[in-house]
């Protein structure tokens, strides 16, 4: 079995195996949302609009057999 956890917690470093994990850009993503709800704000006219943002894969024992 291959486990793959997510937002890089400590936790996933004390696990036996430690934990594969993704690690998001939490600052980013805060940015980037606080940017539309301004913009939203300012212009509730405003369409919808998708972002997507790079995320990162820390590889660990949890996957690596």
Same mark, same amino acid.
């Given at each position: 079995?291959?486990?793959?956890?997510?937002?890089?917690?400590?936790?996933?470093? $004390?696990? @036996? =195996? !430690? #934990?594969? $994990?993704? @690690? =998001? !850009? #939490?600052?980013?993503?805060?940015?980037?949302?606080?940017?539309?709800?301004?913009?939203?704000?300012?212009?509730?006219?405003?369409?919808?609009?998708?972002?997507?943002?790079?995320?990162?894969?820390?590889?660990?024992?949890?996957?690596?057999?």
């Amino acid at each position: 079995i291959a486990l793959i956890g997510n937002d890089n917690l400590r936790l996933s470093l $004390t696990t @036996n =195996p !430690p #934990l594969t $994990t993704v @690690n =998001p !850009p #939490l600052v980013q993503i805060g940015k980037e949302a606080m940017q539309g709800l301004l913009a939203h704000i300012a212009d509730e006219e405003m369409a919808p609009t998708r972002l997507e943002l790079p995320a990162g894969l820390i590889v660990r024992q949890s996957t690596t057999g």
